[in-house]
């Protein structure tokens, strides 16, 4: 199993990025999948959560709610989050996962997942 994440970068307020996450060793169709970020010296947070294709249920933290948006292309294995009008509190490691055993009240939980890429650092400054 492999998840590779890519994308991350410099970048100044307000600016966007899309972060990708190539998968493959498991049927990525019936896995939920999520981007996770960790600034240092704070605990990993789930930023946003699809589920698997069979469901149409998507988590997003209140801070990023009309700024980012999770998708994931099934014909690709990948997952994808744009970010939008980032803000400096928006820096740290980002992270995918994935797990199969996901259900709504756990979307946003790491410990649920069971596939986890190696992180992108995304920093926003000026």
């Known amino acids: 199993v492999q998840l590779q994440a890519s994308g991350g970068g410099l970048v100044r307020p307000g600016g966007s990025l899309r972060l990708s996450c190539v998968t493959s060793?498991?049927?990525?169709?019936?896995?939920?999948i999520g981007w996770f970020r960790q600034a240092p010296g704070k605990e990993r947070e789930g930023v946003a959560c699809?589920?698997?294709?069979?469901?149409?249920?998507?988590y997003y933290t209140e801070s990023v709610k009309g700024r980012f948006t999770i998708s994931r292309d099934n014909a690709k294995n990948t997952m994808y989050l744009r970010m939008n009008s980032l803000k400096p509190e928006d820096t740290a490691v980002y992270y995918c996962?994935?797990?199969?055993?996901?259900?709504?009240?756990?979307?946003?939980?790491?410990?649920?997942?069971?596939?986890w890429g190696q992180g992108t650092l995304v920093t926003v400054s000026s």
């Open positions: 699809i589920s698997s294709s069979a469901d149409d249920n998507t």
């Open positions: 996962a994935a797990g199969s055993r996901i259900i709504t009240s756990t979307m946003n939980r790491a410990g649920a997942y069971d596939y």
């Open positions: 060793g498991f049927n990525f169709d019936y896995y939920a």
